[in-house]
């Protein structure tokens, strides 16, 4: 028996996978299934998730971004208003100088990267906290979106707008279904299975403990399975909907910034000076240029943002961008990322943001007013965080860590690629 229950727990904890993730993902699945209990079927409706994935990967991306800043101990609020400010610029480009889109998006991309050097030079080399420099941020590219928009909405042209409000283009033999959504869903399934037998190669030529091959069998077919089965529902939406270009770019981004966090030295690098900056200057970890580097990185992410909520809105006007910060700061916190910083994943923050907005969704789809929402959010962020904080203080499991504590050393051992943590 007891040997059952340590393969059982290879399934989920072992090898490179996350524990803790796994743990979240169990929470987004109840929420899931509870609300297309209360709303009758609706919450799984193809059109819907369509939707979802559409309205908020522009949040999702924030989150991205914002989660590096949390694991540094720091925290971006000018992220909502540098999105503004790329989306008008890139608009006004378009508009009046007959910018192509293609190359007002590398405008954009630019605008981010010069935005984020700026706030990332007080904050790395001067030595002004980023609550304060990124508060200043706000104010500031708040007001410069109005001035330079006057206050007006400015419309962007057709091609821009498949960045925010495209979707995979219907083509080959009629099956019903969006053939390209289909191809995607295989091609992931196709990956899954393929990471399984490397991840079993790799155990196999380091000699570590291996989970019985009905383990892999099981957890394959499960995870492939959940990927057809949304696969088809993509697909299956309206003609000339299905998974959304902005969803995309959503997947790109978090498969490239999974990688370079739990794979290169950059990312160990956040990690460890995260997790003690002194220790981590001491063993020889640049971390002024860590830190200049993950603010500009924030704001570059949050001009792309900007630029999709544009395009989807196909207008930018001064109101862009409020609040998102907020939302991309919530998503990081349900997600896992630690206060004081030094913990936190990119699939965490993925994980929260679509915690929120499937909540957000759901009680929308119920009736529930905005006023109430919005209440019921902040109530869910403040029990998730408070009860994580109290365990902690207690000397206890995180509530994270009381859904996973029987995998989590288990993870330390088997999963190399976890972060650096450098000794206090």
């Given at each position: 028996?007891?040997?059952k229950?340590s393969d059982?727990?290879k399934m989920?904890?072992?090898?490179?996978?996350?524990?803790?993730q796994?743990g979240m993902i169990?929470?987004?699945?109840g929420?899931i299934?509870?609300?297309?209990v209360l709303?009758?079927?609706?919450?799984?409706?193809?059109?819907n998730?369509i939707?979802?994935?559409s309205?908020y990967?522009?949040?999702?991306?924030?989150?991205?971004?914002?989660?590096?800043v949390?694991i540094?101990?720091n925290?971006?609020?000018?992220?909502?208003?540098?999105?503004?400010?790329?989306?008008?610029v890139?608009?006004?480009?378009?508009?009046k100088?007959?910018?192509p889109?293609?190359l007002a998006?590398?405008?954009g991309l630019?605008i981010?990267?010069a935005?984020?050097a700026?706030q990332?030079?007080?904050v790395?080399y001067?030595?002004v906290?980023?609550f304060i420099v990124?508060?200043?941020?706000?104010?500031?590219?708040r007001?410069?979106?109005?001035f330079i928009?006057?206050?007006?909405?400015?419309?962007v042209?057709?091609?821009?707008?498949t960045?925010?409000a495209?979707?995979?283009?219907?083509?080959?033999?009629?099956?019903g279904?969006?053939?390209?959504?289909l191809?995607l869903?295989?091609?992931?399934a196709?990956?899954?299975?393929?990471?399984e037998f490397?991840l079993?190669a790799?155990?196999?030529e380091?000699?570590?403990?291996m989970a019985?091959?009905?383990?892999s069998?099981?957890?394959v077919?499960v995870?492939?399975?959940?990927v057809?089965?949304?696969?088809?529902l993509?697909a299956?939406g309206?003609?000339?909907?299905?998974f959304?270009v902005?969803?995309?770019?959503?997947l790109?981004?978090?498969?490239?910034?999974s990688?370079i966090?739990?794979?290169?030295?950059?990312?160990?690098?956040?990690?460890?000076?995260?997790?003690?900056r002194?220790?981590?200057?001491?063993?020889?970890?640049?971390?002024?240029?860590?830190?200049f580097l993950?603010?500009?990185n924030?704001?570059?992410l949050?001009?792309l943002?900007g630029?999709?909520?544009?395009?989807r809105?196909?207008a930018?006007?001064p109101?862009d961008g409020?609040?998102?910060e907020?939302d991309?700061?919530?998503?990081?916190?349900?997600?896992?990322?630690?206060?004081?910083g030094?913990?936190?994943?990119v699939?965490?923050?993925i994980?929260?943001g679509?915690?929120?907005?499937?909540l957000n969704?759901?009680?929308?789809?119920?009736?529930?007013?905005a006023?109430?929402?919005?209440m019921?959010?902040g109530?869910?962020?403040?029990?998730?965080?408070?009860?994580?904080?109290?365990?902690?203080?207690?000397?206890?499991?995180?509530?994270?860590?009381l859904?996973?504590?029987?995998?989590?050393?288990?993870?330390?051992?088997?999963?190399?690629?976890?972060?650096v943590?450098?000794?206090?």
């Open positions: 028996m007891t040997t229950f059982i727990k989920f904890g072992g090898g490179t996978s996350n524990a803790r796994f169990f929470t987004l699945v929420i299934l509870l609300f297309q709303t009758h079927g609706l919450t799984l409706d193809p059109v998730l939707a979802i994935v309205q990967s522009y949040i999702l991306i924030l989150a991205i971004g914002m989660v590096m949390i540094l101990g925290i971006d609020l000018s992220v909502g208003s540098v999105a503004a400010v790329a989306g008008i890139v608009a006004t480009a378009m508009q100088f007959d910018l889109w293609g998006i590398i405008l630019v981010g990267a935005i984020g700026w990332g030079f007080w790395a001067i030595g906290p980023a990124t508060l200043a941020g706000m104010l500031l590219f007001g410069m979106n109005q928009g006057n206050a007006n909405t400015i419309p042209p057709p091609g821009f707008r960045i925010g495209g979707y995979l283009p219907e083509v080959g033999p009629n099956t279904y969006n053939n390209l959504t191809l869903g295989v091609l992931i196709i990956v899954v299975v393929i990471r490397r079993r790799t155990q196999r380091m000699g570590s403990e019985p091959t009905w383990v069998v099981v957890k077919t995870l492939v399975a959940v057809v089965y949304a696969a088809f993509f299956g309206r003609v000339g909907t299905s959304p902005s969803g995309l770019i959503l790109a981004l978090v498969v490239l910034y990688f966090t739990n794979n290169m030295i950059f990312g160990r690098h956040i990690y460890a000076v995260g997790g003690n002194l220790a981590a200057q001491l063993s020889g970890v640049k971390s002024k240029r860590v830190h993950v603010m500009m924030m704001s570059v949050a001009s943002a630029m999709i909520f544009v395009a809105s196909a930018s006007g109101q409020l609040n998102w907020l991309a700061i919530a998503a990081c916190f349900i997600g896992g990322a630690a206060v004081a030094g913990s936190g994943t699939t965490g923050s994980v929260g679509l915690v929120m907005a499937v969704n759901g009680l929308q789809l119920m009736g529930v007013g006023d109430k929402v919005q019921i959010k109530l869910v962020l403040l029990i998730a965080v408070g009860i994580d904080v109290y365990n902690k203080m207690q000397g206890k499991p995180s509530l994270i860590g859904m996973t504590r029987r995998f989590e050393k288990d993870e330390a051992v088997n999963d190399p690629s976890g972060p943590r450098v000794a206090s």
